[in-house]
């Protein structure tokens, strides 16, 4: 289309966060602030039948999912990087990353990212 591509390439979990880059630059200033960002995460039960309702992974044994505190929000020079700093990360079976925010061109980006995460690096 010529368009520019407003989706994340990569994603990797960083000691104390997320770090997510996108095809294309971001708006700095709507890409920095906190309220644009939620998260979310989850286990599943592992049993005979098919499929699981989410389980708290601060509580294991109770139904639901925990917000996640994004503690702070970083962006590259670039406007391509996002990091996401997440106080209390731990390994996870999912993960959900929302967003809204502004491209540099000004296009609207509002998404959802899902990851499991199964090893938080200490530094």
Do not use: C
Not at 91 to 104: G, W
């Amino acid at each position: 289309t010529g368009k520019a591509v407003h989706l994340p390439t990569a994603f990797a979990v960083v000691p104390g966060g997320v770090r997510l880059t996108f095809a294309a630059p971001l708006d700095k200033e709507s890409a920095g602030d906190a309220e644009n960002w939620g998260a979310e995460q989850w286990n599943y039960l592992w049993t005979d039948k098919y499929g699981s309702p989410d389980y708290s992974a601060k509580s294991p044994g109770k139904a639901g999912r925990d917000e996640v505190e994004i503690k702070s929000v970083t962006v590259s020079d670039d406007g391509r990087t996002v990091t996401l700093q997440l106080p209390g990360l731990q390994p996870v079976m999912q993960m959900m990353i929302q967003y809204n925010l502004k491209a540099a061109d000004g296009a609207e980006v509002e998404q959802e990212l899902y990851a499991t995460i199964n090893e938080v690096p200490k530094r």
